[in-house]
């Protein structure tokens, strides 16, 4: 069964340092997403991404975070300058459609660390 | 705004016990509910859905009813098994892209 991918499982950086996670959406799904988890608080809504453009973000996606689909397979992540409370679980989704019933099928995570 | 809450766990319940796992919502409108799992060391996973009123999503013996005079939408097993200990969220989208969770409850089903 094709699944969401994504690399590295555990990132440990220094604050002020720039990280990439990095992302393999489902083949032949067209939409992405990006969410994180605070160390117990909710899994939270970060950044969707459809034909190229940022299609909704939330208000914690904010001048530090970016999103690219650099080619054809890999969807990353990237975050300029990390802060302390960037520390998370960040999960990358992928989905067929856009529409609001659409199965979003998420990656096992990538935990980061921010010293 | 819209958003969830889910009882505290963890759970922990013996195996071929019932479960339930509550979930209410709030919304400004109508939206499609959701539960997703998370097993050990693994990413989220989507258990069930039910996307308009006295809809009933199921599988894997789960089932929950989306109930929009009590904005509920709770999980229910009728016998559990080991294999279930995980965590449970809940979860809605109202419209455009972003589900939003509950917080997640850890259930633990003992042998």
């Known amino acids: 069964e094709p699944e969401v991918t994504q690399t590295p499982s555990h990132q440990v950086t220094q604050m002020g340092q720039e990280v990439i996670l990095r992302c393999v959406p489902i083949?032949?799904?067209?939409?992405f997403y990006w969410y994180r988890q605070i160390l117990g608080q909710k899994v939270e809504f970060l950044v969707s991404f459809y034909n190229n453009e940022i299609s909704e973000k939330s208000e914690i996606f904010d001048d530090q975070f970016s999103v690219e689909r650099p080619d054809g397979s890999n969807f990353t992540l990237k975050i300029r300058s990390t802060k302390l409370e960037d520390s998370a679980m960040y999960f990358c989704?992928?989905?067929?459609?856009?529409?609001?019933?659409?199965?979003?099928?998420f990656g096992p995570g990538t935990r980061l660390l921010v010293l | 705004g819209n958003s969830v809450t889910q009882m505290e766990g963890p759970v922990t319940l013996s195996e071929e016990a019932f479960l339930t796992i509550n979930c209410t919502y709030t919304a400004t409108g109508y939206p499609s509910l959701f539960w997703y799992v998370q097993y050990p060391g693994e990413g989220l996973q989507l258990l069930l859905k039910a996307t308009k009123a006295d809809d009933k999503g199921s599988n894997k013996g789960f089932e929950a009813t989306y109930r929009k005079e009590t904005t509920s939408f709770h999980l229910e097993k009728g016998s559990v098994q080991v294999s279930d200990s995980a965590v449970y969220f809940c979860a809605l989208i109202l419209s455009g892209y972003a589900l939003n969770f509950g917080k997640g409850t850890s259930l633990l089903v003992t042998p």
């Open positions: 083949s032949n799904h067209l939409y």
């Open positions: 989704a992928s989905s067929e459609g856009g529409v609001s019933q659409e199965t979003q099928y």
